[in-house]
């Protein structure tokens, strides 16, 4: 039989493993109901905006946007006839970063060991895009709409105004705008209990 320290190390295991995989939010239009589900998310939000200076409500509603908070969300796969050929992009997890430009963030921030399924990190990779998003192209961070534009374009994009040719991701820009006011307001009536642990 297994010691006790075994099984220990079996439940931290298997903790961990659970906090780097899991399973989509129950309530996701309610980031209380979010953090109130996991509350190492929160925290990992709240490292976030210490650290890169992003609110939560704008790296949540761009999540949601771009994984409904799916670990292992990726692009579907594209078809030609009965032949599938690949997908759209490397994107994946939760902030559907692509292979570039994690390699990017991995180098700059010196997180070698970041993985995109895994929350902190993904969170971590949206404040770093996010903080250049503002440096380099002046959009304020807490800006929903211009800090999707830039973060489906690419900082370049942006620039050449590739996304005024695409009013549909326009439309998906204000969608993410209004959620971010959603649970901007969610969030300030929940968020003292968050802190106080009172979930």
């Known amino acids: 039989m297994p010691g006790i320290r075994q099984l220990a190390g079996l439940g931290?295991?298997?903790?961990?493993?659970?906090?780097?995989?899991?399973?989509?939010?129950?309530?996701?239009?309610?980031?209380?109901?979010?953090?109130?589900?996991?509350?190492?998310?929160?925290?990992?939000?709240?490292n976030t905006r210490e650290k890169?200076?992003?609110?939560?409500?704008?790296?949540?509603?761009?999540?949601?946007?771009e994984s409904s908070f799916r670990h292992d969300a990726r692009p579907p796969i594209r078809w030609f006839l009965f032949i599938p050929y690949g997908r759209a992009s490397s994107a994946y997890g939760y902030a559907q970063a692509k292979d570039e430009t994690w390699a990017d963030?991995?180098?700059?921030?010196?997180?070698?060991?970041?993985d995109r399924d895994d929350f902190d990190d993904a969170m971590d990779f949206m404040g770093w895009y996010m903080s250049k998003t503002s440096r380099?192209?002046?959009?304020?961070?807490?800006?929903?709409?211009?800090?999707?534009?830039?973060?489906?374009?690419?900082?370049?994009?942006?620039?050449?105004?590739?996304?005024?040719?695409?009013?549909w991701l326009l439309?998906?820009?204000?969608?993410?705008?209004?959620?971010?006011?959603?649970?901007?307001?969610?969030?300030?009536?929940?968020?003292d209990d968050l802190n106080s642990g009172w979930f």
């Not at 890169?52 to 946007?65: D, I, K, L, N, S």
């Not at 800090?147 to 005024?164: A, C, F, P, V």
């Open 12 to 46: 931290l295991a298997a903790m961990l493993l659970a906090g780097c995989a899991a399973d989509p939010p129950r309530h996701p239009e309610n980031i209380c109901r979010i953090f109130e589900q996991y509350p190492g998310w929160h925290d990992a939000a709240e």
């Open 171 to 191: 439309g998906v820009s204000r969608k993410v705008e209004a959620r971010a006011k959603r649970y901007s307001e969610q969030y300030w009536s929940c968020k």
């Open 105 to 114: 963030y991995r180098r700059e921030t010196g997180n070698g060991w970041a």
């Open 136 to 167: 380099l192209n002046g959009i304020s961070k807490w800006d929903a709409y211009g800090q999707y534009l830039n973060y489906h374009e690419g900082w370049t994009g942006y620039r050449r105004g590739s996304h005024l040719k695409k009013r």
């Open 52 to 65: 890169w200076g992003v609110p939560a409500h704008v790296t949540m509603a761009m999540m949601y946007q």
